[in-house]
């Protein structure tokens, strides 16, 4: 089995979580790469890939990669946000996976929080349409945190069984 791990990260939150899913995955070969340095997909079996949430939604450059994945190919992807784990804010981007990953088979999704930049926190906490968000993305300030690259590793493995067996 060979795995990509390829990753999109601003300020190393998602970088931090994809090393974490590219420790716990064992295999006859890996890779770990920023999205910029992946050349060619077809040799993978298994394609690991992340994000941050921007705008509650996939960044275009992630879109980009995700539409250049080959046809078929066994995917799973995770994200980093400021936004509450679980919550609905979060959910937004990976519902919309669905739409762009279309002839892929979606393994699976994990998400977890990042600490938000603070100038940006400062700027939309000052508008009124953002400043709820705002709110609730502050206290994402000391994520991503151990536990959240444990559950990182905990769901790789998991998607590297669903990979072997499915
Ligand atoms: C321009 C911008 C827009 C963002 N929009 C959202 C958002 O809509 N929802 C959210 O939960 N987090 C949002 N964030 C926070 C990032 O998703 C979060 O800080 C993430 O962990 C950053 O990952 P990185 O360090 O890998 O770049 C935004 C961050 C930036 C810089």
């Known amino acids: 089995m060979k795995i990509l791990v390829a990753y999109l990260s601003e300020t190393g939150n998602t ?19 920023p999205l910029d340095n992946v050349f060619g997909l077809d040799d993978y079996d298994l394609i690991f890939c992340g994000f ?56 699976g999704t994990f998400g977890a929080r990042g600490k938000v930049k603070m100038d940006l926190l400062d700027a939309l906490s000052e508008k009124p349409e953002h400043k709820a968000w705002a709110d609730e993305a502050r206290s994402a300030v000391t994520h991503p945190d151990e536990a959240d690259l444990h559950d990182a590793g905990e769901f790789a493995r998991d998607i590297l069984l669903k990979a072997r067996h499915g």
């Open 52 to 107: 941050p949430v921007q705008a509650h939604s996939v960044p275009g450059k992630a879109q980009t990669f995700i539409n250049s994945i080959p046809q078929g190919k066994k995917v799973a992807f995770f994200a980093t946000h400021g936004s509450l784990r679980g919550g609905e804010r979060a959910a937004s981007a990976f519902h919309q996976l669905a739409g762009i990953a279309t002839d892929l088979k979606i393994l």
């Open 15 to 33: 970088e931090k979580v994809a090393k974490a899913i590219f420790d716990s995955v064992s295999a006859d070969a890996k890779e770990l790469l």
